[in-house]
């Protein structure tokens, strides 16, 4: 019955390797979204996918990637991965892509680079 | 640009007191304004989201909060603390961004219920 879901809920590795993490959500919304949780808690949005379609990219490096096969669905692919980048990354997904839309989020993905 | 600011880091209450965790917003035109509540290790919880209309929003859990155009601040509030609403709460603002929207978050307020 999860509405967002994350895999893996941890991911640990090391510098320079290439991960994946998926998100699902099942409240048939329109919008997705990538946030990213650093230490102090901090959030702050990376992307954003409205049927499918990029409409967020908020000055990520190139090495973060972005794909959604359909609407349901956005994963996030990283390459040469940096100690900077460990973080928490949270999917989250909302009905409409317009601001004033509440948006739901999954448990968030605990990447820790070695 | 859109901002919100969470003044406190940590806001402690006893049970059965009533608590605010404060939130001011910087929005040019008219704000839409949301409170997220964290929980340990899990993902953010929508609480309640002020669009227009009553200046007094009720949400989940027993949380309110109130707009106030005036003081420009959107501050959380409930009558009578529980030691379960311990947890991180995150005030943010809705922002039109090229064509898409998004969610700016203040900086978060740990909030310790004590028995």
């Known amino acids: 019955d999860t509405a967002v879901s994350q895999t893996p809920k941890y991911l640990v590795t090391q510098m320079g390797n290439d991960k994946s993490i998926k998100c699902e959500q099942n409240?048939?919304?329109?919008?997705m979204y990538w946030y990213k949780q650093d230490s102090k808690k901090f959030l702050k949005i990376m992307f954003s996918?409205?049927?499918?379609?990029?409409?967020i990219n908020e000055t990520v490096p190139n090495r973060f990637s972005p794909k959604s096969p359909d609407k349901a669905h956005l994963n996030l692919h990283i390459n040469s991965l940096e100690l900077g980048d460990s973080a928490v990354y949270f999917c989250?997904?909302?009905?409409?892509?317009?601001?004033?839309?509440?948006?739901?989020f999954g448990p968030g993905t605990r990447l820790t680079v070695l | 640009a859109q901002s919100v600011a969470q003044p406190e880091d940590q806001v402690n209450v006893a049970e059965g007191n009533p608590l605010t965790v404060k939130c001011t917003y910087s929005?040019?035109?008219?704000?839409?304004l949301f409170w997220y509540v964290q929980y340990p290790n899990r993902g953010l919880q929508f609480l309640l989201k002020?669009?227009?209309?009553?200046?007094l929003v009720k949400g989940s859990y027993g949380f309110e909060a109130e707009f106030n155009k005036s003081q420009t601040s959107f501050h959380l509030k409930k009558p009578s603390a529980l030691v379960s609403d311990s947890a991180l709460y995150f005030c943010?603002?809705?922002?039109?961004?090229?064509?898409?929207?998004?969610?700016?978050f203040g900086q978060g307020t740990e909030l310790s219920v004590k028995p």
């Open positions: 989250a997904s909302s009905q409409l892509w317009q601001s004033y839309n509440e948006q739901f």
């Open positions: 409240l048939g919304h329109d919008t």
């Open positions: 996918y409205n049927n499918k379609e990029l409409i």
């Open positions: 929005v040019s035109g008219n704000p839409y």
């Open positions: 002020y669009i227009t209309g009553d200046n």
């Open positions: 943010a603002v809705g922002e039109i961004y090229n064509q898409g929207g998004k969610l700016i």
